[in-house]
T-cell receptor, first 115, second 115 residues
């Protein structure tokens, strides 16, 4: 079975705090892809990152960083020095061959950054 | 660069009325196209996807249908709307490939309220 779990429904932080959003996935495929999307209040989903199962190298992009660990089936997302503009719902998604590469989304984590 | 358009942005329709939502993509050829629905405060549900003109795969049995009359045009329709059809409808595209590695890019969405 393919599944993505985002256990944190909502997180509130004060501006400039660091915050980590958790994503745990399940799949038996050896080749798969993981994604993070941001959904600001406007509603449009914004693509943040794609990671394939063969690349466990962590990635940093400005204040954003991602930690991919196959051993724990996790693909966590950290925002450093959060800002009010980071307030949004963040979705993690999984794509596998068994699932014909359709996205399996997590239920999302709502992040509120307070000024 | 590629752009995805959706219209209308918002729509209020009575129960039993027809529906037509349109999505067009610019700047790419033969994209994969997707329709998602997001109920208020919930995750994303894949409704339909298409890998080419006239090729539609349905994910969830319902009173909605989709068509792809042109390469970069994707239409979501209903003959008679139900209250449960209310939600936020998102169109997305990805590069045509079976590898699954290609991220999906989302349109601005249509907020549908059925009264």
């Amino acid at each position: 079975a393919q599944k993505v779990t985002q256990a944190q429904t909502e997180i509130s932080v004060v501006e400039k705090e660091d915050v980590t959003l958790d994503c745990v996935y399940e799949t038996r495929d050896t080749t798969y892809y993981l994604f993070w999307y941001k959904q600001p209040p406007s509603g449009e989903l914004v693509f943040l990152i794609r990671r394939n199962s063969f690349d466990e190298q962590n990635e940093i992009s400005g204040r954003y960083s991602w930690n991919f660990q196959k051993s724990t089936s996790s693909f966590n997302f950290t925002i450093t020095a959060s800002q009010v503009v980071d307030s949004a719902v963040y979705f993690c998604a999984l794509s596998t061959r068994t699932g014909t590469y359709k996205y399996i989304f997590g239920t999302g984590t709502r992040l509120k950054v307070l000024a | 660069s590629q752009t995805i358009h959706q219209w209308p942005a918002t729509l209020v329709q009575p129960v039993g009325s027809p529906l037509s939502l349109e999505c067009t993509v610019e700047g790419t050829s033969n994209p994969n196209l997707y329709w998602y629905r997001q109920a208020a405060g919930r995750g994303l549900q894949l409704l339909f996807y298409s890998v080419g003109i006239g090729q539609i795969s349905s994910e969830v049995p319902q009173n909605l249908s989709a068509s792809r009359p042109q390469d970069r045009q994707f239409i979501l329709s209903s003959k008679k709307l139900l209250l449960s059809d209310s939600g936020f409808y998102l169109c997305a595209w990805s590069v045509s490939a079976t590898s699954g590695r290609n991220e999906q890019y989302f349109g601005p969405g249509t907020r549908l309220t059925v009264t």
